[in-house]
Nanobody, 126 residues
């Protein structure tokens, strides 16, 4: 079992920044790729970004490329999502998730992920 806890959400004005954290406990965290997903009211959950177990590979949704950066510190069992130039359409509940599946083109598929956090709210005002 891997337990994931997100933090760092909040209310920010458009153009501002937030850094989300995903803290893990349980099985060796460094064995898992980690992804961030988000879900806005009335919309389906969508992929945001993912990082391989080593941190050597990353994947981003087109909507966040150049604005968001995913990173990890396996010594601290934590994955981060730095979000810059935030837009109102970034408003959502953000979830981190962990998968033991091979990092690749399907990493953006939420069905690959076995472990999920409870989510943290991000609200961007215009």
């Amino acid at each position: 079992q891997v337990q994931l806890v997100e933090s760092g959400g909040g209310l920010v004005q458009a153009g501002g920044s937030l850094r989300l954290s995903c803290a893990a406990s349980g099985r060796p965290f460094s064995s898992y790729a980690v992804g961030w997903f988000r879900q806005a009211p009335g919309k389906e959950r969508e992929f945001v970004a993912a990082i391989s177990w080593s941190g050597g590979s990353t994947l981003y949704a087109d909507s966040v490329k150049g604005r968001f950066t995913i990173s990890r510190d396996n010594a601290k069992n934590t994955v981060y999502l730095q979000m810059n130039s935030l837009k109102p359409e970034d408003t959502a509940v953000y979830y981190c998730a962990a998968t033991a599946a091979r990092f690749g083109s399907s990493t953006g598929d939420s069905r690959q992920y076995r472990y999920w956090g409870q989510g943290t709210q991000v609200t961007v005002s215009s």
